[in-house]
């Protein structure tokens, strides 16, 4: 069975330009869930998925990033225009529903973004 | 609101000798914890993870844990370091008025084991 799969795995970009981040959760994840670690920092979350539904962006810092989930399947994040404090990395999990605490998260190797 | 501190950014231990990685959790509710680990290039690996059944949670590749609720505490151990656990460590907490959706990351513990 694949695992989480993310792409690119390194992106490079200058302030100001447009990348698109892509997740593929495991096949029959209905929950997927965006991730960050700027350096030397936490990871944090940003959001959540239920299949196609925003369920919380609670961790979205700003309008510049934009998650979509069209059909349920994979995820896109953008972020448009990118700033310097938008390096670092991102990973994206998927997960099925379960009982509360079994809700285990499932990591792609993250996609590495530098903001130059 | 809820919170963990790994207490050491860096261990670095002898091939054969334990390993100790601290980690220290604020929480109001019953929480879950996990630690995961990453190794350079990979994904986040589930290791083990608590959920209120027993308080010492065996994991894979010989690591364990103990939930202490007194002292707050969920420190992952292994009684003999191998080369291959090199790796980064995080302690993760969830639960409470956040959900069991929210995976909230201590710092991370960078792993290094000598011959």
């Known amino acids: 069975e694949a695992g989480v799969t993310q792409f690119p795995s390194h992106s490079v970009i200058e302030k100001g330009q447009t990348v698109t981040l892509r997740c593929d959760p495991i096949s029959g994840h209905d929950n997927l869930y965006w991730y960050r670690r700027v350096m030397g920092k936490e990871i944090k979350f940003l959001l959540h998925?239920?299949?196609?539904?925003?369920?919380?962006e609670s961790g979205m810092p700003n309008n510049r990033f934009l998650a979509e989930r069209t059909g349920g399947t994979y995820s896109t994040l953008k972020v448009q225009p990118a700033e310097l404090e938008d390096s670092g990395v991102y990973f994206c999990?998927?997960?099925?529903?379960?009982?509360?605490?079994?809700?285990?998260?499932?990591f792609g190797a993250g996609t590495r973004l530098s903001v130059l | 609101a809820q919170s963990v501190t790994q207490l050491d950014s860096h261990v670095s231990v002898s091939e054969g000798t334990p390993v100790l990685l601290r980690c220290n959790y604020s929480?109001?509710?019953?929480?879950?914890l996990f630690w995961y680990v990453q190794h350079p290039n990979k994904g986040l690996q589930l290791l083990l993870k608590y959920t209120s059944a027993a308080t010492l949670v065996k994991g894979i590749n010989g690591f364990e844990a103990e939930f202490k609720k007194s002292e707050t505490s969920f420190h992952l151990t292994k009684p003999s370091a191998h080369m291959s656990d090199a790796a980064e460590y995080f302690c993760?907490?969830?639960?409470?008025?956040?959900?069991?959706?929210?995976?909230?990351f201590g710092a991370g513990t960078r792993l290094a084991v000598h011959p």
């Open positions: 998925f239920v299949k196609e539904s925003k369920q919380d």
């Open positions: 999990a998927s997960s099925q529903p379960g009982l509360a605490g079994k809700n285990i998260q499932y």
């Open positions: 929480s109001s509710y019953s929480p879950s």
């Open positions: 993760v907490v969830t639960g409470g008025s956040g959900g069991y959706n929210k995976l909230i």
